[in-house]
């Protein structure tokens, strides 16, 4: 079974511009979360989608954005982009609703912005 | 208020010792999920063990086993026979349940060091 993947797996960005980030859940898998991850402020949850339903989100801009396709897979996308969003950006794959299932992350995509 | 504690920023251990890195967590639900994840240097997060709140028996994953103490709030992660290849950083978690699947909240994390 194939994991979750994520890409592209970095990025060079320039302060302004814009970028989409994707990520691919494991098979049958329906949850997809987006976490941005620093030195300065760890791991930070983004938002969540759930059968294509934003479910959670998290304390960002609006400059972050998120959708999720029929087939699972889930993009994100972050506007005018800003130094501070310097990041490794991680996704999180998991199944059904509920306490006992398990969550599953890919590689991440290490955005620099310059 | 932080949900989620790891309080030991660093620790150091020799090969083939026994390792336990501490996690305490805060909630107000009776259902959750604890998580414990590993993260090297290459970035990727892998899953080690997950804990429901309402199973009675310790998780146990080959030399993880997670120490789960409900009343204390407590779920500390212990690695027995420690090898080079644990030396990362790793994350304790928890998924509350007005959460769904994949939202997780995260501590700071502990950089575990194994010398030979």
């Known amino acids: 079974k194939a994991g979750v993947t994520q890409t592209p797996r970095y990025l060079i960005k320039t302060r302004g511009q814009q970028v989409t980030l994707s990520c691919s859940p494991i098979?049958?898998?329906?949850?997809v979360s987006w976490y941005q991850q620093t030195p300065g402020q760890g791991l930070q949850f983004l938002f969540e989608y759930f059968s294509e339903t934003q479910r959670n989100k998290g304390n960002f801009p609006g400059r972050f954005s998120g959708r999720q396709f029929s087939n699972s897979r889930s993009e994100m996308n972050v506007s005018t982009l800003e130094l501070g969003d310097s990041a490794l950006y991680l996704c999180a794959s998991g199944g059904e609703l509920g306490e006992n299932t398990e969550a599953f992350f890919g590689q991440g995509t290490r955005l620099t912005v310059v | 208020a932080q949900k989620i504690t790891q309080t030991q920023p660093g620790m150091f251990v020799q090969e083939k010792e026994a390792v336990t890195l501490d996690c305490t967590y805060d909630t107000s639900d009776q259902s959750y999920g604890l998580f414990w994840y590993k993260q090297p240097s290459s970035g990727e997060m892998i899953f080690l063990i997950y804990?429901?709140?309402?199973?009675?028996q310790n998780a146990t994953e080959g030399r993880y086993s997670l120490n789960f103490q409900k009343a204390r709030k407590s779920a500390n992660l212990v690695i027995s026979a420690s090898q080079l290849g644990d030396s990362a950083m790793y994350f304790c978690?928890?998924?509350?349940?007005?959460?769904?699947?994949?939202?997780?909240?995260f501590g700071k994390g502990t950089t575990l060091s194994v010398s030979s």
């Open positions: 978690a928890m998924r509350e349940a007005n959460q769904a699947g994949t939202a997780l909240i």
């Open positions: 098979s049958g898998h329906r949850s």
């Open positions: 804990q429901g709140s309402y199973d009675e």
